[in-house]
């Protein structure tokens, strides 16, 4: 049944229920997938030696919305995974950090994709598995989006 289901239509049902793993392991923490994903971002960004996040690289990464990411980033300070604090170098930003509750959280995230990529990848060997993210990543590299090129490189 799946070979005659049309690529699309695979990829719409891999992301759900990628989506809904996610949501579960979230869920333990108090989130959302989503505002997970934007916590991973911010993590990582901080990680990785950047000095001032703004809410516009977020929205650029994540590719949503100022309004969406607004309300992502209210909810996430609410809840004490993040802190905005005004630039030091324009006073018209805030500047996006992690809190101590999340300060290399996208560690947590990243063994969490590996653990629902394992398990979707159940009864293949360590070799096709291999061959089945690399198919990916090109695949990904033909998307024509910075941020998805991007994000490939960071792994």
């Known amino acids: 049944?799946?070979?005659?289901?049309?690529?699309?239509?695979?990829?719409?049902?891999?992301?759900?229920?990628?989506?809904?793993?996610?949501?579960e392991k979230a869920s333990d923490m108090g989130l959302t997938s989503v505002q997970l994903r934007v916590?991973?971002?911010v993590s990582r960004l901080e990680e990785a030696g950047q000095?001032?996040?703004h809410q516009n690289d977020l929205e650029k990464i994540?590719?949503?919305?100022h309004p969406a990411m607004t309300r992502l980033i209210q909810k996430l300070e609410r809840k004490?995974?993040?802190?905005?604090?005004?630039?030091?170098?324009d006073r018209r930003y805030?500047?996006?950090?992690?809190?101590?509750?999340?300060?290399?959280?996208?560690?947590?995230?990243?063994?969490?994709?590996?653990?629902?990529?394992d398990e979707f990848c159940k009864g293949l060997d360590g070799n096709k598995?291999?061959?089945?993210?690399?198919?990916l990543d090109?695949?990904?590299k033909n998307v024509n989006t910075d941020i998805y090129i991007g994000e490939l490189s960071e792994k």
């Open 1 to 23: 049944m799946a070979a005659k289901m049309p690529f699309g239509l695979k990829i719409a049902i891999l992301n759900r229920a990628f989506r809904k793993k996610m949501d």
């Open 39 to 41: 916590l991973g971002s």
């Open 51 to 53: 000095t001032e996040i």
């Open 62 to 65: 994540e590719c949503v919305t």
């Open 80 to 89: 004490g995974f993040i802190k905005c604090v005004t630039s030091t170098f």
């Open 94 to 117: 805030k500047k996006i950090s992690c809190t101590e509750k999340s300060s290399g959280i996208h560690k947590i995230i990243l063994a969490q994709d590996k653990e629902v990529f």
């Open 129 to 135: 598995k291999a061959e089945f993210a690399n198919l």
């Open 138 to 140: 090109c695949v990904l």
